[in-house]
T-cell receptor
Framework: NAGVTQTPKFQVLKTGQSMTLQCAQD?????MSWYRQDPGMGLRLIHY???????DQGEVPNGYNVSRSTTEDFPLRLLSAAPSQTSVYFC?????????????FGDGTRLSIL | DAKTTQPTSMDCAEGRAANLPCNHS???????VYWYRQIHSQGPQYIIHGLKNNETNEMASLIITEDRKSSTLILPHATLRDTAVYYCIVPPLNNNDMRFGAGTRLTVKP
């Protein structure tokens, strides 16, 4: 009963370093998305994917890359980490992109950029 | 995109019903109302969603007014574990972007 699994749970990076946040789901969901949550800002959509091989930008895509080579996995890459990317990152998935399909979230990755 | 308005905070006695209101006066005819909650340091948890009719599941009930301009989430018998921030969301039809606002901080007291 894993649902959406995010790794790592915590990470500290230095400015300029790169890293990949992992997200995997075992529900055969077509739609996957990445959000960041900052104090007082709510959730903001970074990138999303409506299926394998298809990705698109959300509200705040700059500084992040994604790919979707399989249905199960949707990694988020930080190319050159900046202090402004310090945040809590959540991955979510749903059966489809239909607005009638609830998204299910992972427990997040807490990322600090020094 | 439909904007939602929720009270900043609410208290509820343990064992009593918690009624959380939400205004979404600009909602369009095909947009759904979703409720999520977030317990400190955890990921958002889906509770319930609806379009026009009232909905009920094992967690809660959702009452949507006939004009769809507001809704109420009902937790029938609140427990201490229901203390969380509750979010009312109306995602746009084109990309299912779950734009969480500030939500309502519900505190269930013994």
């Amino acid at each position: 009963n894993a649902g959406v699994t995010q790794t790592p749970k915590f990470q500290v990076l230095k400015t300029g370093q790169s890293m990949t946040l992992q997200c995997a789901q075992d529900m055969n969901h077509e739609y996957m998305s990445w959000y960041r949550q900052d104090p007082g800002m709510g959730l903001r959509l970074i990138h999303y994917s409506v299926g394998a091989g298809i990705t698109d930008q959300g509200e705040v895509p700059n500084g992040y890359n994604v790919s979707r080579s399989t249905t199960e996995d949707f990694p988020l890459r930080l190319l050159s980490a900046a202090p402004s990317q310090t945040s809590v990152y959540f991955c979510a998935s749903s059966y489809s992109a239909s607005s009638n399909q609830p998204q299910h979230f992972g427990d997040g990755t807490r990322l600090s950029i020094l | 995109d439909a904007k939602t308005t929720q009270p900043t905070s609410m208290d509820c006695a343990e064992g009593r019903a918690a009624n959380l209101p939400c205004n979404h006066s600009t909602i369009s005819g095909n947009e759904y109302v979703y409720w999520y909650r977030q317990i400190h340091s955890q990921g958002p948890q889906y509770i319930i969603h609806g379009l026009k009719n009232n909905e009920t599941n094992e967690m809660a009930s959702l009452i949507i007014t006939e004009d769809r301009k507001s809704s109420t989430l009902i937790l029938p018998h609140a427990t201490l574990r229901d203390t969380a921030v509750y979010y009312c969301i109306v995602p746009p039809l084109n990309n299912n972007d779950m734009r969480f606002g500030a939500g309502t901080r519900l505190t269930v007291k013994p």
